[in-house]
């Protein structure tokens, strides 16, 4: 399976983390720093998921690219060749990687099927199979988007592809037309040329996800082994708040979140005592019930 490893800055870990399981659904092996496992030497753990990977995605804003984001800069540069960038706000990336490919990732909402996603899918395939990088089809889409959408002529433009899709030879071909999904997708399900989907009902039902994680020990050592173990607790709580909103797709809303203590990890040292800890993240979800239904526009 190939490796793609997800370089970002901590304050932007739920779109990173949304992204990397963007990217796990479409059957690629990711690695991001959650992978960390406890006793770990983990800026080697790290150095060696780069050295490992096939691909390495660098997410870029306005903290990576600043002070705060040595790391991540320090991750793009060991990257090399396989490097991707995506643009989570809209920043340049740092002095040496401007002539590097950059995916606007400014307004994406997590969806797979989102044309900016697609580009990003197709880089990583061009980087896995020894090609250039493709010619990126995102911004003719959002394009096509504001024509059928936003412009002033958007009544004319439907109802002129409606009388289009009406006729049976040219349905099949203009429904596959890559710049025009998803656009087209209602009208194309309506013909009936394209198959429903799973949508929202309006109801939402309640979820309960989890997911393991490592606290790492903290900075600043504890005069007993309880005390640093009771912090590490505590500190999993907002920790486990953010895993939780990670796994939060498009469309639900996360009720509560809570972390369930597996095991401590803790030393004494001359200074005092760490503690790190082993946990999984509980997370209820209000998610909406799916059925069978044609896209919305």
Same mark, same amino acid.
């Given at each position: ?10 304050? !932007? ?5 949304? #992204?990397? @399981? ?7 092996? %990711?690695?991001?720093? @959650?992978?960390?496992? /406890? ?26 690219? $600043?002070?705060?984001?040595? *790391? ?17 706000? $809209? ?13 606007? *990732? ?9 044309? *900016? ?8 395939? +061009?980087?896995?199979?020894?090609? $250039?990088?493709?010619?990126?089809? =995102?911004?003719?889409?959002?394009? *096509? ?5 936003? =412009? ?43 198959? @429903?989907?799973?949508?929202?009902? $309006?109801? @939402?039902?309640? /979820?309960? &996800?989890? +997911?393991?994680?490592?606290? &790492? ?9 309880? !005390?640093? +173990? &009771? !912090? /590490? ?5 907002? !920790? ?6 990670? #796994?939060?797709?498009?469309?639900? &809303?996360? %009720? ?13 040292? +001359? %200074?005092?005592?760490?503690? =790190? ?18 896209? /919305?526009?």
């Amino acid at each position: 399976m190939s490796s793609v490893f997800v370089s970002y800055c901590r304050e !932007d870990e739920v779109r990173a983390s949304a #992204l990397a @399981k963007a990217l796990m659904r479409q059957g690629l092996d %990711v690695w991001w720093d @959650k992978h960390l496992v /406890a006793n770990s030497n983990w800026r080697s753990e790290i150095e060696a998921a780069i050295e490992r990977s096939d691909v390495v995605v660098v997410c870029w804003s306005k903290a990576s690219v $600043g002070e705060r984001g040595a *790391f991540v800069k320090d991750e793009a540069s060991r990257a090399g060749t396989r490097l991707i960038q995506v643009l989570l706000e $809209g920043v340049n990336p740092p002095l040496g990687f401007g002539e590097y490919q950059a995916i606007d *990732f400014k307004g994406w909402k997590g969806s797979t099927r989102d044309p *900016f996603f697609s580009d990003l899918m197709g880089a990583i395939s +061009a980087k896995l199979n020894g090609e $250039g990088p493709p010619k990126p089809k =995102g911004p003719t889409k959002a394009a *096509f988007r504001r024509l059928l959408y936003q =412009g002033g002529g958007s009544a004319l433009v439907l109802s002129l592809m409606g009388v289009v899709l009406s006729l049976p030879n040219v349905q099949s071909a203009l429904c596959k037309w890559e710049v025009s999904r998803p656009y087209t997708d209602q009208m194309c399900c309506f013909a009936g040329v394209s198959e @429903k989907e799973l949508k929202p009902s $309006g109801k @939402k039902l309640l /979820a309960t &996800r989890s +997911a393991g994680s490592y606290l &790492r020990q903290a900075p600043a050592p504890f005069v007993s082994q309880a !005390d640093a +173990a &009771r !912090d /590490a607790q505590q500190r999993a709580v907002p !920790d486990a708040e953010i895993l939780c909103t990670a #796994l939060v797709h498009e469309s639900e &809303r996360l %009720v509560s979140s809570s972390a369930k203590s597996e095991s401590s990890d803790c030393r004494e040292t +001359a %200074v005092g005592w760490f503690c =790190g800890l082993n946990y999984v993240a509980v997370c209820q979800v209000e998610v909406p019930e799916l059925v069978l239904r044609c896209p /919305a526009t």
